[in-house]
T-cell receptor
């Protein structure tokens, strides 16, 4: 079983819509979860991270971890064309290995 | 500005060749990672290293080896390149244990084609 599973999409939404991206993970012992954003022909860059469970907000972005269902979510409010990218969920912090979901390609339509 | 540099952006090699992919980071990071990225399969971990001369297998180590002789440099070696190793290869580094470091910094990637 993969450590982190993610729907690859693609996902297209109109500008201004709320976007919901989701992943599931396999091991309830995992503590650190991240969302990376990858633009075309670039390496991934960290967008947000959460430790354990709960919500974390940063501007238009909210990351959420539900440990009871082993579910990771990223919400994007007031989506912009510049948000068009591939979004990757990941787990692993400190000295742990860092593993990723397959990534969801998101397109925001102006 | 933090930097992870991969030696080549594009590489074309012949089947059976020994291939070296080099990665250098300037952040004094303990942890370094090698991934390959393929459409529909995402980023898959090949090997990682949490210290000089230390290495751990990732999810798909077969056909690859690594070398970490110096802290700043992590090399990926394809012992005998095959066409199914045609892929985008990404190197990353991350800070030390115990600080809950989560941000990994990636290089720009090496697009390897094996013909």
């Amino acid at each position: 079983q993969k450590e982190v599973e993610q729907d690859p999409g693609p996902l297209s939404v109109p500008e201004g819509a709320i976007v919901s991206l989701n992943c599931t993970y396999s091991n309830s012992a995992f503590q650190y979860f991240m969302w990376y954003r990858q633009y075309s022909r670039k390496g991934p860059e960290l967008l947000m991270y959460t430790y354990s469970s709960g919500n974390k907000e940063d501007g238009r972005f909210t990351a959420q971890v539900d440990k009871s269902s082993k579910y990771i979510s990223l919400f994007i409010r007031d989506s912009q064309p510049s948000d068009s990218a591939t979004y990757l969920c990941a787990r692993g912090g400190g000295n742990e290995k860092l593993t990723f979901g397959t990534g969801t390609r998101l397109t925001i339509i102006p | 500005d933090v930097k992870v540099t991969q030696s080549s952006r594009y590489l074309v090699k012949r089947t059976g060749e020994k291939v070296f992919l080099e990665c250098v980071q300037d952040m004094d990071h303990e942890n370094m990672f090698w991934y390959r990225q393929d459409p529909g399969l995402g980023l898959r971990l090949i090997y990682f290293s949490y210290d000089v001369k230390m290495k751990e297998k990732g999810d798909i180590p077969e056909g690859y080896s690594v070398s970490r002789e110096k802290k700043e440099r992590f090399s990926l070696i394809l012992e005998s390149a095959s066409t199914n190793q045609t892929s985008m290869y990404l190197c990353a580094s991350r800070g030390p244990t115990g600080q809950g470091n989560t941000e990994a910094f990636f290089g720009q990637g090496t697009r390897l084609t094996v013909v």
